[in-house]
């Protein structure tokens, strides 16, 4: 099962944490929680979140439908959040669930690299110095890229 | 035809979405030239930025069939996450 | 800096996040849940875990420190249940925040890995058939020897 | 010097924790034989399990040396997470 959420609001640990890890078939949850990080030399306010409304949806599901193919796993959830976010505020939730670890740890990963290069979001940065948008990273690119050669 | 641009695109463009009458199917290449050559500036933001293109919100590559009633979209690299 | 926690009762994955999440330095928290897993064949009611009063502590903060020595980590959390645990709750957390999240899941899961294959807990799975002791898994020490031969 | 046993050793032994009149140093091993020799129920349990073994809380090979006022432990593989 596979739920996909974009919204404005923040997200509930709790109730996510509890979404996951009602079957009793799982024993492993693993949780990837990304925040409104400071910037270093500029004083970041806040971040703004634009998206492709309708597509965003598409393709988190289309990244989640590729993970339960890769993996056995009970459940992934993935929330995005957009609109303004102020420093140290949640942007994104990836949560999966599976009968083991390692398949967990692995899935939640990839759900992450495959959402930082096909999901599309982006970022603008608020800063005393001004506004910019964020550049997309050759790190996050090398990150997705090693996924198409192992199946683990 | 409508024809999305997002992000630091959009803000250069000026532009959130366009309508191009085309009847006949074309390629998303040959899209993006048509729209280049509305004004020196329309060239060279679509030039200088790195672009990604989807088509009824899916990932295509530029050789890809665009036809009338699609929804097209250019976008730069995302940043999400 | 590194929490660890040997306790009967319950974690409490908000204020855990909470913890997590507190410094704008740490753009990624990635958690870890275990939980008492359903097993196959046999009808299990409960598990009970034994520990090694003192070494378990000495353990899991040594495991900390390993993981701290590796990667740039802001924060770890580990905290680990005994006594008895009826199917579905909650076994085992370990939770990390980092700038980033590459190192964020690296370090979660070489803690795991190192949990299960360096700290004293034991568990004994109670089933209609039955109480047994878990044996360990060879896939456990293969998955823990891996960290050995690579510093990623 | 004080001497733990958990899990299956404990139950196999009934044994959780004896105390061993130890003036000289010595090593795990020779502790251990020294163990074995009590009877043949604990040589038979002590052999046949993989044992692991700790002094003071951290894991040792049994050619660690223990000596007076130390805590030996042994025990089977750990199984927790």
């Known amino acids: 099962m596979i739920r996909v959420a974009v919204q404005e609001h923040n997200f509930n640990m709790a109730e996510l944490y509890h979404e996951l890890s009602q079957s009793p078939a799982n024993g492993a949850v693993v949780t990837f929680t990304g925040l409104v990080r400071e910037v270093v030399d500029t004083e970041l306010t806040h971040l703004t979140l634009e998206h492709y409304p309708g597509m965003t949806e598409r393709a988190l599901n289309d990244i989640g439908q590729q993970a339960m193919a890769r993996w056995p796993l009970g459940k992934i959830i993935i929330i995005h959040r957009i609109g303004i976010l102020g420093l140290n505020e949640n942007i994104v939730f990836v949560g999966v669930a599976s009968g083991h670890r390692k398949q967990a740890f692995a899935a939640a990963e990839f759900l992450m690299d495959y959402l930082k290069t096909r999901a599309p979001f982006w970022k603008k940065e608020h800063t005393s110095a001004g506004t910019s948008w964020v550049a997309a990273k050759d790190s996050d690119q090398t990150a997705a890229s090693r996924w198409q050669s192992s199946k683990e | ?81």
């Open chain 2, 1 to 81: 035809m409508k024809v999305l641009f997002f992000a630091l695109l959009r803000e250069r463009l000026g532009c959130a979405e366009l309508v191009l009458e085309q009847n006949e199917p074309t390629t998303v290449a040959k899209v993006l030239e048509q729209l280049k050559s509305r004004s020196q500036e329309w060239r060279n933001t679509l030039d200088n930025q790195e672009l990604l293109a989807a088509v009824n919100q899916s990932f295509v590559d530029f050789d890809a069939t665009v036809q009338k009633g699609d929804e097209l979209a250019f976008f730069p690299p995302v940043t999400g996450g």
